[in-house]
């Protein structure tokens, strides 16, 4: 047999991912599973300026929390634990059991999100730019 390797397409693949995804979600979660994925932004705002946005992802019970940012003037008002709880609960909304996010492994953040219950679960050696990464999780 001779296989041979080749660039695609989504739309050449789409037929063969949808039934072996199919075959492979049943193999491993059961007949039940059903992927669902949803994006959202929140934002923070005072006066109309926008101060704080977070962007997150709910997948199959699990929010991935993609980016927080909050001006850098803004910071230690509590900006950025009130977008996280919001976040939280929206994805708690769409039937999520976990947040996790990443963050760099020597940044001041870390303190941040362990204050909101987020537990290091993982490391990412030499991620971004060859910076080493954290995993922090979250049952919520």
């Known amino acids: ?15 063969f991912s949808k039934k072996a995804r199919k075959e492979a979600d049943i193999e491993h979660y059961g007949p039940a599973a059903r992927w669902v994925s949803k994006e ?3 934002k923070a ?5 926008i101060v704080g946005v977070v962007k997150a992802k709910y997948e199959a019970g699990v929010v991935y929390i993609k980016n927080l940012i909050v001006a850098k003037d803004q ?5 950025g634990r009130q977008l996280m709880a919001k976040a939280e609960t ?22 941040f999100y362990e ?20 995993v922090y ?4």
């Open 40 to 42: 959202f932004i929140l």
């Open 75 to 79: 910071r230690k008002q509590g900006i």
């Open 115 to 134: 204050k909101l219950g987020y537990k290091k679960t993982g490391d990412l050696p030499k991620h971004f730019f060859k910076q080493d990464f954290v």
């Open 45 to 49: 705002t005072e006066g109309g300026k």
């Open 90 to 111: 929206a994805g708690k909304k769409l039937g999520g059991h976990k947040a996790f996010l990443f963050t760099g492994k020597t940044w001041s953040e870390k303190r």
């Open 1 to 15: 047999m001779k296989i041979t390797i080749a660039k695609t397409t989504e739309k050449e693949i789409k037929g």
């Open 137 to 140: 999780s979250k049952t919520i």
